[in-house]
């Protein structure tokens, strides 16, 4: 089965230009994920989609980033004017659906998120 | 907000010895995620755990779910070079899926 796919793999673009990413989800899957990982940090969620609605966007600096996922398979993000502090990796996850099941037995099964290798921004 | 902190940030040991690393949060969940992330690629799932007091095992590594529901803990047996890496533990804050990750833990092995 192949994995999450994203391009570029690396960018490195001057502040104010304009950037986007790419991203192809396991097939089947449909929850994708945004997360921003800043060197030293970990990963943290931009944007989250289900199907082709957004499901969550509460941490996208939307003055700056959008992302779209328009026919529910791949993925866009982008970033326009980039800023010094948007040197980060871009990764991508995804996962067959965002539900979170309870169970009586006190806790539910949180569906797999599977990451690709991400995109490495470097804003000069 | 919710805050997940991992330590030790960084831990640099000899190959075949044991490894530990915590998680701690100032809120529960019921569920704790470690995954590991190699150089260059995205984090890979490591070990979920659902239940206080949970202990789970994937060959060389366990780990436990805290009975307080606040913290979780990472045991690496006997470490061989390719353990070096970032772990990270992450738990879900709401019912959509939306995880939260600690800052991580870095490992290194000297062979």
């Known amino acids: 089965e192949a994995g999450v796919a994203q391009s570029p793999r690396y960018k490195i673009i001057e502040k104010r230009q304009s950037v986007a990413f790419w991203c192809n989800p396991i097939s089947g899957h449909a929850t994708l994920y945004w997360y921003q990982q800043i060197l030293g940090q970990g990963p943290k969620l931009l944007i989250q989609f289900q199907n082709n609605g957004v499901v969550d966007d509460s941490q996208l600096p939307k003055d700056r980033f959008s992302a779209e996922r328009l026919k529910g398979v791949d993925s866009t993000l982008k970033i326009q004017p980039a800023k010094l502090e948007d040197s980060a990796v871009y990764l991508c996850?995804?996962?067959?659906?965002?539900?979170?099941?309870?169970?009586?037995?006190?806790?539910?099964?949180?569906?797999?998120?599977?990451f690709g290798p991400g995109t490495r921004l470097l804003v000069l | 907000g919710q805050q997940l902190n991992q330590s030790p940030q960084s831990m640099f040991i000899q190959e075949g010895e044991d490894v530990s690393m915590n998680c701690t949060s100032s809120s529960i969940f019921n569920t704790w995620l470690w995954y590991k992330q190699d150089p260059g690629e995205g984090p890979v799932l490591l070990i979920a755990?659902?239940?206080?007091?949970e202990l789970t095992s994937n060959g060389r590594l366990t780990a436990q779910f805290g009975i307080t529901r606040k913290d979780s803990f990472l045991n690496i047996s006997a470490s061989i070079p390719s353990d070096v890496g970032i772990y990270f533990c992450?738990?879900?804050?709401?019912?959509?899926?939306?995880?939260?990750f600690g800052q991580g833990t870095e490992l290194s092995v000297k062979p």
């Open positions: 996850a995804s996962s067959l659906e965002y539900s979170y099941r309870f169970s009586r037995l006190g806790g539910g099964k949180q569906e797999t998120q599977y």
């Open positions: 992450a738990g879900p804050y709401n019912q959509g899926g939306k995880l939260i």
């Open positions: 755990l659902y239940k206080a007091g």
